[in-house]
């Protein structure tokens, strides 16, 4: 692995203690559903012993390396979830993806991390498969986009664009906004964000 210039602009210098990675693939399947595996891993440049536990993880060894897959149909329902533990310190965390079973039904749309918390108590769930459920989310509208290109021009009650006001990009002061839908369109100097 390259070594990063550990000597900032200013002159300080930084020692790298800690290394976590977050991976996500969207995957479409031949049965017309699609999935999005996350995975997190944790290492350390150093050997680490966890806290109470009696063990060594050598250095650049993963402390933690688990998997979560949400598998879900063009509705971004969560038909199935599957989880793996490779690595982690405790040999009870095995048991902490057993409770995301509780997302199968849930859609992943607007609410999902607040029902996440909701389903998956912090006791009852591995801290790292939880955390790693938000950023799967993400990824998975990113995986169905040419699915879902015809609700670019979804309208609200009012007739307001659905996504206008949704991001940077689609702010109602923005030239995206200007040109797509004129109508919503509002200089920057009176733009109003909902």
Not at 20 to 48: A, C, M, N, T, W
Not at 52 to 79: C, E, I, W, Y
Not at 86 to 113: E, F, H, K, M
Not at 131 to 141: C, H, Q, V
Request: charged share 25%; net charge positive.
């Amino acid at each position: 692995m390259k070594q990063v210039d550990n000597k900032l602009p200013d002159g300080v210098t930084r020692e790298k203690i800690h290394h976590r990675q977050i991976d996500l693939h969207g995957y479409r399947r031949s049965d017309g559903l699609f999935e999005v595996e996350g995975r997190i891993s944790d290492r350390k440049p150093h050997d680490f012993h966890p806290p109470r536990n009696g063990r060594s993880v050598p250095a650049n060894t993963p402390l933690h390396d688990m998997v979560v897959v949400l598998v879900f149909n063009k509705d971004l329902v969560v038909q199935a979830v599957r989880t793996s533990m490779n690595a982690y310190p405790y040999a009870t965390c095995s048991g902490g993806g057993d409770s995301l079973q509780a997302l199968v039904g849930l859609r992943i749309g607007a609410g999902w991390n607040a029902e996440v918390r909701k389903r998956l108590p912090v006791s009852d769930t591995c801290t790292h498969m939880r955390e790693l459920l938000g950023p799967m989310a993400t990824a998975a509208f990113q995986t169905t986009t040419e699915t879902r290109r015809h609700l670019l021009d979804a309208r609200k009650a009012d007739g307001k664009p659905v996504k206008v006001d949704t991001c940077y990009a689609y702010s109602a002061s923005r030239d995206l906004v200007k040109q797509f839908w004129p109508d919503y369109y509002q200089p920057p100097a009176t733009a109003k964000h909902d």
